[in-house]
């Protein structure tokens, strides 16, 4: 075992993780530990925009942002969280912009900006030019910035290091966050990193679906360890579906695509979207679309020999447009369906994106253990994090927004919480929990091959949890995942080494998949109503009277099969009253 | 030397349903584990596969249904993370978007593909190599904005030309593609290599930058752009389509005549 101390130790490096550490390295001594290299990681996937009221070629404010990010979230958004998002959106990009980022520029050379869903003028008028891009690879452009001045400010990366576990310290004032624990990848070791804060930025957990715009590696770590540890997880149902993922594939096409002009026909060339959202058509919040493309194939009038998908229509964008604008979606559909988006249509279909819930945290990024405490030196931001800014259903764009916003906000509060404390000692024997868990995955227990266990998974999930849910289903879909869990007491890795043992890796990610897979599970059985991202046929409408409330889950006991207890939190209102949501 | 055995591994427990239209290709993967192994070795997988399957999804197939504990990196799956970098029939591709349809022998004739890190760099465990020395060239060529004096308090202006001047060369994901296919870096380590003078490239004719002179001069040096021989495997190599040498000689031309 190494044992290292540090200020502030950031667990994750895609954008939220790099924004906090470009913080909390220029105030306090920080570590940023990744399984992946800081320029894997999924935030580089991003193509369409991040918005923010710049008004470069409309007018636009930051209250406009605000609203429709709490209408898009279907007004399970906390208000002053989306405000405080919105107004700090216009120096988030411009940071970003001195750090270097190469945006598209106007003809004046400002910042160019294009249309996105849900983005409105005036409280729903039409759609508005907020999203700022660099062509179709702006989650490119923000990681690739962000890690360059990383490099700039000498930020110090443990790469390929896997957090397994959190340090968390009891104290008469109840539990403090102490450190985290790594196994290294390419040794095997264990590395204990005591910390006076430490900040959580690891994504999603997209994996727990078959058909996902996912990277392999998003298998929700870091939201399962704070589970594990007892600390809730907030608004886990609402998991949003991108309308247009490659059919079959999931690979992700950019709403921007659609906010350049692109246009969703089902299999007959009907612009479906007119008869869903008349105003702003295929710029319908994601949610909307995605259900829209779903009812569109249920009904029968999907496109393709099976009628399963729908078709998005670039042709008349030109070449150009294509080429300049959008041109590695271009590319994506032209290797790996051989389809040429200038000549004909593109097959698409709904494809598991993005987590709206995760680790329940205030502006501050500071973690709450339950609806009134936080746990001081515990921060989390980006999408591994619930603020919550997207409530039922973010908007496109808001989660570079996020990242930039929050992840700036973490770093900071977790920099000068650590300034201004010392270091609390550790638990005893912190890397034992670690050490076991890994034994135990090592060690001759069973013949259960972790594909298989994750292939059912996937398949149960996409069958029974995706844009559509109903009691059968979700009930369906606990009990797969509950025979699962049972199956993955008796999982065997043919893997035994200690070098670079990614058997072992693939093995510990599958167990937190399985797990968040159950809360997203249990949550959309107990929210009998329709919103946002989470639609259940069997509740259609939305229930301001019992389901305005974020969800709360929080693990009881030890274990894989310990069960999990529902809890509730108000939304917070400031200014705007729930309306109905129509477009 | 490289061991030529052919090792036939068999596979563990029932495997996953063929689907329709799969047809049976070899996969051959040059095996090392230093943990283990003397020397590497060459292990080759009989493979039901779609002609529509990435090798990706090939090394997949290896690694969770025949033999865990083949080793290589990957993430997003679809070309912009630069995870899986490796020597597919001998060309540096990335695992996940070459596609098996384009690998096949002609007329029906049985497929082989063969998979082995990329060169140059150590090898850690089978496809998997050592990139610090890669990230370390990239960093000593002050891969970030370099500016002096007050900063505006709204965005620079950049006009949409000179925004187009660098676009090529942001394009770059790290992958190593280009800098592993180059024959000079292959015999002399030191060289910075393709990608480092891309991302240098990148800052060099960014309108808004003020440190060009910093970074020619860097790579005016002795392991810098000079050694570049002009081979073009680079921009044969990359996966983003990045006229690599020609960002490399536009970096030479700058050295040449002082001028950006």
């Known amino acids: 075992m190494q044992f290292h101390k540090y200020d502030v130790v950031i667990i994750g490096a895609g954008g939220a993780g790099m924004r906090a550490a470009i913080e909390s390295g220029q105030r306090a001594r920080t570590a940023v530990l990744t399984k992946l290299y800081p320029t894997r990681s999924h935030t580089g996937a991003a193509q369409g925009g991040m918005c923010a009221a710049l008004a470069n070629v409309e007018e636009d404010n930051w209250e406009w942002h605000t609203f429709d990010t709490i209408k898009g979230g279907d007004y399970l958004v906390d208000q002053d969280a989306a405000e405080i998002m919105a107004k700090e959106a216009i120096d988030a990009v411009l940071d970003l912009e001195k750090m270097g980022l190469p945006f598209n520029r106007t003809p004046e050379g400002k910042i160019d900006q294009r249309r996105f869903g849900g983005h409105t003028r005036n409280h729903g008028e039409a759609a508005v030019r907020r999203a700022c891009y660099a062509a179709d690879r702006t989650g490119h452009m923000i990681l690739q910035t962000l890690y360059q001045n990383c490099v700039k400010h000498g930020i110090e990366f443990f790469n390929e290091f896997y957090v397994l576990d959190l340090c968390m310290t009891e104290t008469a004032d109840g539990p403090v966050c102490t ?9 095997g070791e264990i590395h204990v990193f005591q910390a006076k804060s430490v900040v959580f930025a690891t994504g999603g957990f997209g994996k727990v679906f078959k058909t996902t715009s996912n990277a392999h590696t998003l298998t929700g770590d870091g939201m399962g360890i704070v589970f594990r540890k007892g600390l809730p997880l907030e608004d886990m149902e609402f998991y949003q579906f991108h309308p247009t993922g490659l059919a079959g594939l999931g690979i992700l ?26 105003t702003i058509k295929d710029l319908a919040p994601r949610d909307i679309v995605a259900r829209s493309m779903a009812l569109e194939v249920l009904e029968g ?14 042709t008349h964008l ?38 709206m819930g995760g680790i329940p945290t205030n502006v501050h990024g500071e973690v709450l253990r339950d609806n009134d405490n936080i746990v001081p030196g515990l921060y989390a931001a980006g999408e591994c994090a619930c603020v919550s800014v997207h409530g039922a259903n973010r908007l496109g764009t808001n989660s570079l927004l996020d990242i930039n916003v929050f992840g700036r906000r973490a770093g900071i509060a977790a920099a000068e919480y650590a300034l201004a404390h010392d270091h609390v000692e550790l638990p005893e024997n912190p890397a034992a929990q670690v050490e076991a868990q890994v034994a135990l995955v090592l060690s001759e227990h069973g013949e259960e091959r972790v594909a298989d266990i994750r292939t059912e ?3 149960t999930m996409d069958a029974n949890a995706s844009v559509y849910r109903t009691e059968d289903t ?39 998949l399985l797990e968040l897979a159950e809360v997203l599970v249990v949550g959309a059985l107990a929210r009998k109503e329709s919103r946002g991202g989470h639609a259940r046929e069997d509740y259609p409408n939305r229930d301001d009277t019992n389901f305005m409330r974020h969800s709360m889950y929080y693990k009881q006991g030890d274990g894989l099969a310990a069960d999990i207890r529902l809890d509730y939190k108000p939304v917070t209102f400031t200014r705007y009253q729930p309306m109905e949501r129509k477009y | 030397m490289t061991a030529t055995a052919e090792v036939s591994t068999g596979s563990r427990g029932n495997q996953p349903p063929v689907p329709d239209g799969a047809i049976t290709v070899t996969l051959k993967v040059r095996r090392f584990n230093p943990e283990f192994d003397d020397e590497p070795r060459w292990d080759s997988f009989e493979i039901p596969a779609l002609p529509s399957d990435r090798v990706l999804n090939l090394l997949h197939y290896v690694k969770w249904y025949l033999d865990g504990t083949l080793t290589f990196r990957r993430s997003c799956a679809h070309g912009i993370c630069g995870s899986d970098a490796m020597r597919i029939n001998g060309v540096n591709r990335l695992a996940c978007k070459v596609l098996l349809k384009d690998l096949l022998a002609p007329k029906g004739k049985p497929t082989t593909i063969t998979v082995e890190a990329i060169k140059g760099l150590p090898v850690h465990k089978d496809l998997l190599v050592d990139m610090e020395p890669f990230f370390e060239a990239f960093k000593a060529v002050k891969p970030y904005l370099i500016t002096y004096g007050n900063e505006p308090t709204r965005e620079r202006l950049q006009s949409a030309a000179d925004r187009e001047r660098f676009d090529d060369t942001t394009k770059c994901i790290l992958c190593a593609a280009c800098t592993t296919s180059c024959p000079v870096f292959w015999t002399e380590g030191s060289y910075f290599g393709p990608a480092a ?10 309108s808004r930058d003020e440190g060009a002179e910093e970074r020619l001069d860097i790579l005016n040096d002795v392991d810098g752009v000079w050694r570049c021989r002009t081979t073009f495997n680079c921009t044969d190599a990359c996966p983003r389509g990045i006229q690599v040498t020609k960002a490399i000689q536009e970096v030479k031309r700058a050295l040449l005549f002082k001028r950006v």
């Open chain 1, 179 to 187: 450190g985290a624990v790594a196994y290294e990848l390419a040794t």
């Open chain 1, 253 to 278: 096409l950019t709403e921007g695509a659609r906010g350049e002009g692109a246009i969703l026909r089902n299999g007959s060339g009907e612009r479906f979207m007119e008869r869903y959202a008349p």
């Open chain 1, 301 to 314: 009038r999907g496109a393709g020999p099976n009628k399963d998908y729908v078709l998005l229509d670039c």
């Open chain 1, 318 to 355: 030109g070449a150009e447009v294509l080429e300049t604008k959008l041109p590695d979606i271009t590319e994506f559909a032209r290797t790996y369906l051989a389809v040429d988006p200038v000549k004909e249509p593109v097959p698409v279909y709904p494809t598991a994106h993005y987590a």
């Open chain 1, 457 to 459: 998974l996937q398949a």
């Open chain 1, 474 to 512: 979700l009930k369906t879909a606990l009990h797969d995942v509950q025979a699962l869990k049972e199956r993955y007491q008796r999982i065997t890795v043919q893997d035994k080494g200690k070098r670079f043992n990614t058997d072992l890796l693939e093995a510990v990610e599958l167990g937190f």
């Open chain 2, 197 to 206: 003078i891309v991302n240098a490239h990148r800052f060099i004719f960014d």
